[in-house]
C-alpha cells in the first residue's frame, strides 16, 4: 500500500494494485477450510480481475494519448492537446471510464461492491485494517491522484459522482437489515466509500480526502471493536461466524465490556456525523459541496447520512444495550422470538432461571484493548485539521495546505 501511494507513475501504481489484491485474497481466504471463506476469496479475485482488466485498459489509452504513464506529465499533456483541440474527446472519455473500473472495483462501488461484504471472511484485524481503512482507499487515492486529469473530462465526472451517490446509498439501505455484526461494518464502509467518491467526483477534493482520513480512524476503531465483541462472544455461542457474529445473539455486552462499549460509541457518534467527532467535520462539508453543486445530489447525501445514523446506532443498540441473548443459540422457539431489531418477548420468571445456567462474556485483554483506547484518540481528534477556523483566510488548515502543495506537484 505505501508503494501504491509513493508510485509517481501509473505503471508502478499498477504494479502495487495488484500486489495489493493479492494480499487481500490470500488473507480473506485465511481459513481456507471454511467454504464460504474459500468462496469469498474467490469471488474478491473474480470481481477486481474486472475492474484491473478495465484499469488496465485506461492506462494504456491515456499512454497512447499522451505518450506518458508518469502523472505529472501526464496531466500537462492532456492539457495542452486539450487546448490545441488534438484529443478525441470520445476516445478520451472511454479510456477515462474504463480507467475508473479499477476504483470501481476496488473501493467496492456500484456495480462491482458484491465482494466487500463477503470479504469479511477473514481475520477482523485484517479487515479493519485492509477492508476499512488501506485497500480500499487505494481506488479513492487513484482518483483522487489523478484529479486534475479527471476535472477536464465533465461527463467522467458527473459519472464518478452519480456512483458514489448510488454506493452511498444502496450500502447504507443494505445495512439496516443486517444481523451480522461485521457485515453491517461492511456495507457501512462501502457507504462511507460512496460518499468520499461523491465529493471527488462534484470536484470536492479536499473533502472526499479529509473524508478518507477521518473515517479510516473510525471504522478501523469500530472493526477492532468488533473483533473484541467477537473475541469474548465465541466461547459462549461457539466459533462459527454465524454464531459468534450474529447480533440477535449479543445484547447488554456494556455491562461486561464497558471499554469495548464506550470505544465502540465513540466511533459510532464519529461516524453518524456527531460534533465534534472526526467525520462531523468531513461529512459535513461533503453534504455542503454536494448540495450546492447540484441538489438532488445533495438530498440524496443528507438521506444516506441519516440513515447512517440509524443502522449505526442499531449496531451499538442490538449489540451492547438491552439483555444479554447469548443463551438463545441452541434453543430453536426463542430464538424465533427474536427480531432483527432484538426485540424479545419471554415470561420474567424463565428468563431469570436461564440467567443462572449460562456464562457471559468477559473484557478482552489488554492486547486487545489497547488499540481500541488509542484510536480513539483520533476518533474524536483528527478532524480539526482539516476544520477552517478563519473564513477570512484561504486555506489556513493544515489539510488544505498539505493537499494544494500534493495537487500543485502534479
Not at 65 to 82: A, M, N, V, Y
Not at 237 to 253: A, C, D, E, R, W
Not at 298 to 308: C, N
Not at 340 to 349: D, H, R, T, V
Amino acid at each position: 500500500m505505501l508503494g501504491l501511494v509513493l508510485s509517481p507513475n501509473l505503471i508502478q501504481v499498477y504494479i502495487f494494485w495488484e500486489l495489493v489484491g493479492m494480499c487481500s485474497y490470500l488473507l480473506i481466504g485465511f481459513w481456507f477450510t471454511r467454504p464460504s471463506a474459500a468462496n469469498a476469496c474467490q469471488k474478491a479475485f473474480v470481481t477486481n480481475r474486472i475492474g484491473d482488466f478495465g484499469l488496465l485498459l485506461g492506462i494504456l489509452g491515456f499512454y497512447w494519448i499522451t505518450g506518458s504513464f508518469d502523472f505529472q506529465q501526464l496531466s500537462k499533456r492532456f492539457f495542452e492537446l486539450l487546448s490545441y483541440n488534438q484529443i478525441n474527446l470520445v476516445f478520451a472519455t472511454f479510456c477515462a471510464l474504463f480507467l475508473f473500473l479499477g476504483p470501481i472495483a476496488k473501493s467496492a462501488q456500484f456495480p462491482l461492491h458484491i465482494w466487500l461484504p463477503d470479504a469479511m471472511e477473514g481475520p477482523t484485524p485484517i479487515s479493519a485494517l485492509i477492508h476499512a481503512a488501506t485497500m480500499v482507499a487505494a481506488g479513492i487515492f487513484l482518483i483522487a491522484r489523478m484529479f486534475p486529469l479527471f476535472q477536464m473530462l465533465p461527463f467522467v465526472m458527473s459519472i464518478i459522482s452519480w456512483t458514489g451517490a448510488i454506493t452511498a446509498l444502496l450500502g447504507a439501505t443494505i445495512a439496516l437489515a443486517q444481523k451480522d455484526l461485521k457485515k453491517g461494518l461492511a456495507y457501512s464502509t462501502m457507504s462511507q466509500l460512496g460518499y468520499m467518491m461523491l465529493a471527488l467526483g462534484i470536484g470536492s477534493y479536499k473533502a472526499g480526502l479529509f473524508h478518507l482520513i477521518t473515517h479510516a480512524y473510525s471504522k478501523a476503531l469500530l472493526f477492532l471493536g468488533s473483533g473484541s465483541v467477537i473475541h469474548s462472544m465465541e466461547p459462549i455461542v461457539g466459533y462459527h461466524p454465524n454464531k459468534s457474529q450474529n447480533m440477535i445473539f449479543m445484547g447488554g455486552l456494556r455491562q461486561y465490556m464497558p471499554i469495548t462499549a464506550i470505544t465502540f460509541l465513540f466511533g459510532t457518534l464519529s461516524l453518524c456525523g456527531i460534533p465534534p467527532f472526526a467525520c462531523f467535520w468531513s461529512k459535513d462539508e461533503i453534504l455542503v459541496n454536494s448540495w450546492v453543486h447540484f441538489p438532488i445530489l445533495g438530498s440524496i447525501a443528507f438521506f444516506t447520512a441519516g440513515l447512517t445514523a440509524f443502522y449505526m446506532f442499531r449496531i451499538y443498540f442490538l449489540t451492547f444495550e438491552g439483555e444479554f441473548r447469548g443463551h438463545f443459540f441452541d434453543d430453536s422457539k426463542k430464538l424465533s422470538s427474536i427480531s432483527i431489531w432484538g426485540s424479545l418477548e419471554l415470561k420474567k420468571e424463565q428468563s431469570k432461571l436461564d440467567k443462572k445456567l449460562i456464562l457471559y462474556p468477559k473484557e478482552a485483554n489488554n492486547v486487545m484493548l489497547f488499540p481500541l483506547i488509542f484510536l480513539t484518540i483520533p476518533t474524536i481528534f483528527i478532524g480539526f485539521i482539516g476544520v477552517l477556523f478563519d473564513e477570512n483566510t484561504i486555506n489556513v488548515d493544515f489539510l488544505s495546505y498539505w493537499l494544494t502543495l500534493s495537487i500543485n506537484s502534479f
